[in-house]
């Protein structure tokens, strides 16, 4: 009985003992990641980099909240990330437009925000991290004129499969993009815009251009799932080497495309590097840190020429997996 007592007494003096060096550590920054959907190889490359950094700075916690592309589940999280008193916000908006809603909460509860990628219209925040969309659309634009030049094709017919217009980064995109086609003689048929961003999505979209426009020259497609979509719908039409595809995103599978010679250049983003300088940025600034409203990252371009010699760069900054 005596020997069980001791035992309770030891037990308790050592949680005690635990619970006091507790609390005299430094209290652990609280974040919250607000992603449209973790469905999209994107944002699961932009959390890595968050995650990683978190563990090896230390002292930090963050929780993810999926949006699911629904700006009324956005706002939901936006509310209950206040309502549990986090220390920071890292978003990461479903589109422009709603990103300004969520900074308005964040604002009246005194949260700071760091946006990762997409932007806003109106709103305060610490930082806002984007990829050079506009540069990295006029590069594959570029490539494009340049390859199609080159080749003399007879069709001078372009579409875009493009993301969102009511979000600034394809607003970006497909501006890049066009601006870097003036003057070349080819002619952008149509803007597609997606929904979804799905591959399924993707193929309705393709299918229903190269319909339309029997001299379809070149594709641009903002977003991964539209260059997978695009080389499967020219495979099954016959039309692999009647129309050249360049695209805007970055992920194994159009890594592996490229490789292969379907998809002639994509500007990938960095994801990951994005994703990392995000969740820096935010821990800076709630350590009292002066940082940058603005951080532009720049794409990569990989070509079906480059592909095996930018890997090391891509696999660091670009994939999640």
């Known amino acids: 009985m005596i020997g069980i007592s001791i035992s309770a007494l030891l037990l308790a003096a050592g949680l005690l003992f635990y619970h006091l060096s507790a609390l005299q550590e430094p209290d652990r920054r609280r974040l919250v990641y607000i992603t449209p959907s973790l469905e999209e190889g994107f944002w699961r490359a932009a959390l890595k980099g968050m995650q990683s950094t978190a563990e090896s700075t230390g002292g930090v916690s963050l929780e993810v909240f999926d949006s699911g592309i629904n700006t009324a589940k956005q706002l939901e999280h936006a509310r209950t990330a206040v309502e549990k008193k986090i220390d920071g916000i890292i978003l990461s908006p479903v589109d422009t437009v709603s990103c300004s809603d969520v900074l308005t909460i964040a604002e009246a509860a005194g949260i700071p ?13 610490v930082s806002y991290i984007s990829s050079n969309n506009l540069g990295g659309a006029n590069a594959v634009g570029g490539y494009m004129s340049s390859v199609l030049y080159s080749e003399k094709r007879a ?9 969102s217009q009511d979000r600034y980064n394809g607003q970006q995109r497909t501006a890049g993009f066009q601006d870097a086609l003036q003057g070349s003689g080819l002619i952008i048929q149509n803007i597609v815009e997606c929904q979804y961003y799905s591959v399924e999505e993707a193929l309705r ?31 099954q039409a016959g039309k692999t080497e009647d129309v050249l595809i360049v695209g805007f995103d970055g992920s194994p599978e159009e ?15 960095q994801p990951v590097r994005m994703g990392r300088i995000a969740l820096e940025t935010m821990v800076k600034h709630l350590a009292g840190e002066d940082v940058e409203t603005e951080i532009e990252v720049p794409t990569i371009l990989v070509t079906r020429e480059n592909a095996f010699e930018v890997e090391p760069q891509i696999r660091d900054n670009v994939f999640s997996e």
């Open 205 to 235: 979209l393709v299918r229903q251009s190269v319909q339309k426009y029997p001299d379809l020259t070149g594709i641009f497609a903002e977003y991964t799932g539209a260059s997978i979509a695009a080389v499967e719908v020219l495979r």
């Open 113 to 125: 925000v760091v946006i990762c990628d997409i932007g806003t219209e109106t709103g305060e925040y």
């Open 155 to 163: 069709g001078n017919s372009v579409v875009i499969i493009a993301i």
């Open 255 to 269: 890594y592996r495309l490229l490789k292969e010679g379907s998809l002639a250049a994509v500007s990938m983003q």
